[in-house]
């Protein structure tokens, strides 16, 4: 039997406002930034073998970085809009820049929970974790959750849970 | 709602591991029948016209072979594909190469259809699809049985799935409440207890249409009122068009404006019959807690809805269902009924006298708390973004064409003025409302819609707020809920109420 790991912050479940941790703005911005930074790459490479003006190539690599910047930026921004809450009887989150989303899924609707790592999630020890209700539109994810806590929250809320067909 | 014939008590389907009707096969390869249909007549038409090169032997061959495998392919997915019926679970194995092993627990019905296509009426065959909670491979289809096989296992489903949910005592292998008892759970050793049966169950009817209500309501349905309305428009352009030209109408003219209004009442006729067909019959009854809906002539269709699964319920009108005094409802539950042909298996309430709609709601759910409570109007901020929206939706498109022509063109901005009367439509009539057993949203300008949501089937619910609605103090809300067709919420409520009925709601569904 493996040892249990430490239960997360919110184990009294009092609706305390909880941030993301903060490595998460790395992962968002890796997220947007890589590819755009792969596709600026090739395309500054391609128009410099074909021998395109000096100063559309420069363009388009500056653009490419503006792109970076701003994916850093938004980055920052989102994670700071970004708390959720574990109350006694549902998880509250609130995220969004230009649209503030905010939703309340209550433990007994939880079907089932998956815990996602991504490469970059897996090389900072973040995971995320997504709540599924009956409902496919229900929009419960919670990402940037240091990956020593994400079982033990997972467990904690399939707890909450219960046993229930909860449809 | 009169009480009529008592349904015959249910027998369980003989238990082991079944195929479905040999002619499942057939019926698969018949599905090809226009495919191999056109190929042979373009064949049949090169050769005619001696098109056919030296080749063509080969090419018939290929043909000839492709035809083989595909019917070969039918016959081995048909051998390969059992049924089970436990006294608790509906088991399916299918598969040559990959065997896919389904497990379809009784008490997880969401719904229960029985599909009887033109042709499978014709061999005494039908088609049973079973709904388990929705989201991707949740559709069960049993296709083909024969009809008292099928008939038999939809009515033990549901007698099972009834006795399951009526509590733990009913435990596998005692199934007493359903009027037959399986001993010991072994493959066919069945044994009937009538002592501890109960009575059998009464079919109540809530409603029938006959072909004139039918008529009526396919026919004011939004989709041959807006044929008719696009039509008239096009007649009164091309008369408009014609007076403008020189007055005198010249024979060219009347002849498009005849093919556009017979061109109209063709469509609408057609639409007319074919619903006359596809809602021949159209009989909406309640056997003990779950609803029936039977409907069709060529393509008959009976579907079973759960009351415990029915997840919402929307009201639908337009302005001239509004003069006639008429609604119609959707029922629906978590079975997948998104688009296409499975759009067909949503359980509708064609037409309804709009006076009637509390206490056929009331008595549809066995439950008066279904009575749609009063809806509460949104804030005056949010009347005047519904208005400076709809504006800005008429004009935008209109800017390039009045930047194009200007100074002219500027009139085709007054266009915009059309968005004042629709915002101040749409909010007038946009609304919530909430009741101990459940929240209505009331929504639309010329097509009114009235969602009734049971707190008891909210999943989530969510709030957003887009920069615009944060200026004016306004949120969108949705509740989140199963099954296909959206979520049902409410845009430009006042940010206070949308956040507390966001924390509420769904905490009510305990």
């Given amino acids: ?167 | 709602m009169t009480p009529s014939e008592p349904v015959v008590p249910v027998d369980r389907p003989p238990a082991g591991a079944r195929r479905t009707s040999p002619l499942t096969a057939a019926f698969g390869f018949a599905s090809l029948g226009f495919a191999v249909l056109s190929v042979l007549a373009t064949a049949w038409i090169e050769q005619q016209a001696g098109l056919g090169g030296t080749d063509e032997g080969i090419g018939g061959l290929w043909f000839e072979l492709a035809l083989t495998v595909f019917g070969l392919n039918q016959i081995v997915k048909w051998w390969f594909r059992t049924y089970d019926v436990g006294t608790d679970q509906l088991v399916i194995d299918e598969g040559v190469l990959t065997r896919h092993h389904r497990v379809v627990p009784y008490g997880r019905i969401q719904q229960i259809d029985l599909h009887r296509s033109f042709l499978a009426q014709l061999f005494g065959l039908a088609e049973l699809r079973i709904d388990t909670a929705g989201g991707e491979q949740t559709t069960v289809r049993l296709a083909l049985l024969d009809l008292a096989s099928a008939e038999r296992l939809r009515a033990w489903a549901l007698a099972r799935r009834a006795a399951l949910q009526a509590g733990p005592a009913a435990a596998p292998g005692a199934s007493a409440a359903t009027g037959a008892v399986a001993v010991g759970g072994a493959p066919g050793a069945t044994t009937t207890a009538p002592w501890l049966a109960p009575p059998p169950p009464v079919e109540r009817r809530l409603l029938e249409l006959d072909a004139g209500r039918v008529a009526l309501a396919v026919l004011t349905a939004a989709g041959p009122v807006a044929i008719v309305g696009l039509g008239l428009l096009a007649a009164v352009w091309v008369g408009a068009w014609t007076l403008a030209d020189g007055g005198a109408p010249d024979l060219g003219a009347v002849g498009v404006l005849a093919f556009v209004l017979v061109g109209t009442a063709v469509l609408v006729v057609i639409q007319g019959v074919g619903a006359l067909f596809t809602f021949h019959g159209y009989r909406l009854s309640v056997i003990d807690d779950d609803l029936h809906l039977r409907h069709g002539l060529f393509e008959v269709r009976q579907l079973t809805v759960p009351r415990r699964r029915v997840q919402r319920i929307t009201v639908v009108d337009n302005p001239l269902r509004r003069a006639l005094g008429i609604v119609s409802l959707t029922v629906h539950s978590a079975a997948a009924t998104g688009g296409g042909e499975d759009a067909a298996r949503r359980l509708e309430v064609l037409s309804l006298p709009r006076r009637d709609l509390p206490a056929f709601v009331a008595a549809l759910m066995d439950d008066a708390g279904w009575v749609p409570p009063d809806v509460v109007p949104r804030t005056a901020s949010a009347r005047r973004r519904a208005v400076v929206r709809r504006v800005a939706i008429v004009a935008l498109p209109l800017l390039p064409p009045a930047v194009l022509t200007f100074p002219g063109g500027l009139a085709f901005l007054l266009l915009g003025l059309l968005g004042v009367p629709w915002g101040l439509a749409a909010h007038r009539r946009a609304g919530h409302g909430v009741s101990p057993t459940l929240s209505a949203f009331a929504s639309g300008a010329l097509v009114h819609r009235l969602e009734l949501v049971p707190h008891a089937r909210v999943q989530s619910a969510r709030s957003s707020r887009s920069f615009f609605q944060r200026r004016a103090g306004l949120a969108t809300l949705r509740l989140d809920v199963a099954g296909s067709g959206g979520s049902p919420g409410l845009h430009d409520l006042a940010e206070a109420s949308a956040d507390e009925l966001r924390r509420d709601l769904p905490r009510r569904s305990r």
């Fill in chain 1, 1 to 167: 039997m493996q040892p249990v790991p430490p239960l997360p912050p919110p184990a009294l479940l009092d609706g305390t406002p909880q941030r993301l941790d903060p490595r998460v703005r790395v992962v968002w911005a890796a997220g947007s930034a890589l590819p755009l930074l792969a596709v600026t790459v090739a395309a500054v490479v391609v128009l410099s073998l074909v021998g395109a003006p000096g100063l559309l190539t420069a363009g388009v690599g500056l653009l490419g970085v503006v792109g970076v910047v701003l994916a850093a930026v938004l980055a920052v921004l989102e994670w700071r809009t970004w708390c959720w809450s574990a109350w006694d009887d549902a998880l509250e989150l609130t995220h969004g820049v230009v649209v503030r989303h905010a939703s309340l899924v209550p433990y007994h609707r939880i079907q089932q929970i998956d815990v996602e790592r991504g490469p970059v999630e897996r090389a900072l020890g973040l995971s995320s974790l997504v709540l599924r209700t009956a409902a496919a539109t229900t929009d419960a994810r919670l990402p940037g959750i240091p990956a020593e806590h994400a079982d033990a929250l997972r467990r904690l809320l399939l707890v909450r849970a219960g046993v229930d067909d909860a449809v």
